[in-house]
């Protein structure tokens, strides 16, 4: 079991805990990040020897959690965790690093959080696993030097670019997780299917893939949606038809955005004219804050082309002005 000295609880709901890959084998898609961290993990593990530091960076819902959580599991070390956005001073920090058992893994979920003071405190122990504290107040006040058992840090963060160099370059391991294709979502929701006890064809589970914007932990939710609906609606089985009538309901699209999403792209055409348009000038038309839209909204629909980034804001794009049905001639010309 975790040790969760803050009492966060990144995992989730205890419903999560059924769906998510409890072993790096079970892990789909990532193929590239899955093979690299797998060497690190068995050259680790047959030279017995601490893994380097691992930091995991990416939109939310790809899989950086669940990485962090199988790989302590493949080298059968403990894990702990905690999260950047709780940890605001170094005395915070104090107690996860002097439980880390030899070799164990620290998982700290939004890195970027972290403040600089708990940053620069870092530093040494994960170079040389030493911190300075400082024992007494005042002039009586003195630092001490405590050595650490080695032990591993990964990191999760949403935006890498957020990082200080120096913390960034701490980390021997650097990966970028990546939306997933069709074909990686489609799998996922036949497994998860499986696991949710839950018949389902293959095009019903495609539907739901091509819905999910690459995303594993919308995928989930989505799969969770259309089983409820087809166990009041349709008997249970998750057919194509069931699929689209569930997903209709929630108002997702053919390219799987959701009402945010379109919202969204609806600001820039109508509010902005087409863009390109500021991202805190979009989050206050929207009444969202500039964190969410930046790491939740905005890396799929760059990513599909829907929206472009420009150094003056964001633009609809040909593909997105055709997405929510309108020419973009229209718009230039009022
Ligand atoms: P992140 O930490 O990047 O926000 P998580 O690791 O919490 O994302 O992933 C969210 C959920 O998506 C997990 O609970 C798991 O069920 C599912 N998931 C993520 N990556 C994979 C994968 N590679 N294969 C199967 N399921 C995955």
């Not at 959080?113 to 002039?139: H, Q, S």
């Not at 089985?237 to 569930?246: D, G, N, R, S």
Request: aromatic share 6%.
């Amino acid at each position: 079991e975790p040790d969760e000295p803050s009492g966060y609880t990144p995992l989730g709901r205890e419903d999560d805990q059924v769906l998510r890959p409890q072993r790096m084998e079970d892990m789909v898609g990532q193929r590239e990040v899955y093979e690299r961290l797998m060497i690190a993990v068995d050259a680790a593990r047959i030279r017995q020897e601490t893994l380097g530091h691992i930091l995991l960076d990416g939109p939310p819902g790809l899989g950086k959690t669940t990485f962090a959580t199988c790989i302590p599991r493949a080298l059968d070390v403990p894990l702990q965790i905690a999260s950047g956005a709780a940890l605001s001073a170094p005395k915070d920090l104090l107690p996860y690093l002097t439980n880390a058992q030899e070799g164990s893994v620290l998982f700290i979920d939004e890195i970027h959080r972290l403040p600089k003071a708990v940053e620069e405190f870092m530093y040494p122990a994960m170079e040389d696993f030493r911190i300075d504290i400082t024992l007494g107040e005042g002039v009586s006040a003195r630092t001490v030097n405590m050595a650490l058992r080695p032990f591993t840090i990964i990191g999760a963060t949403t935006r890498s670019g957020l990082l200080s160099a120096p913390l960034r370059d701490r980390f021997q391991v650097r990966e970028h997780l990546d939306f997933y294709s069709h074909e990686e979502l489609t799998e996922i929701t036949r497994r998860n299917a499986r696991k949710l006890r839950v018949e389902i064809d293959d095009e019903a589970a495609l539907k739901i893939a091509i819905c999910s914007r690459g995303t594993p932990r919308i995928t989930n939710n989505r799969l969770r949606w259309v089983r409820d609906y087809a166990t009041t609606k349709a008997a249970g089985k998750i057919t194509l038809p069931v699929a689209e009538a569930a997903l209709g309901m929630l108002g997702v699209d053919p390219l799987g955005l959701d009402p945010q999403d379109r919202k969204y792209m609806e600001t820039i055409l109508r509010v902005f004219h087409g863009g390109p348009a500021g991202v805190e000038a979009i989050a206050h038309t929207l009444n969202l804050a500039v964190d969410t839209l930046t790491d939740e909204v905005e890396p799929f629909l760059l990513r599909s082309e829907l929206v472009v980034r420009t150094p003056r804001g964001r633009k609809l794009t040909a593909k997105g002005y055709e997405h929510l049905g309108v020419s973009p001639d229209a718009v230039i010309n009022g």
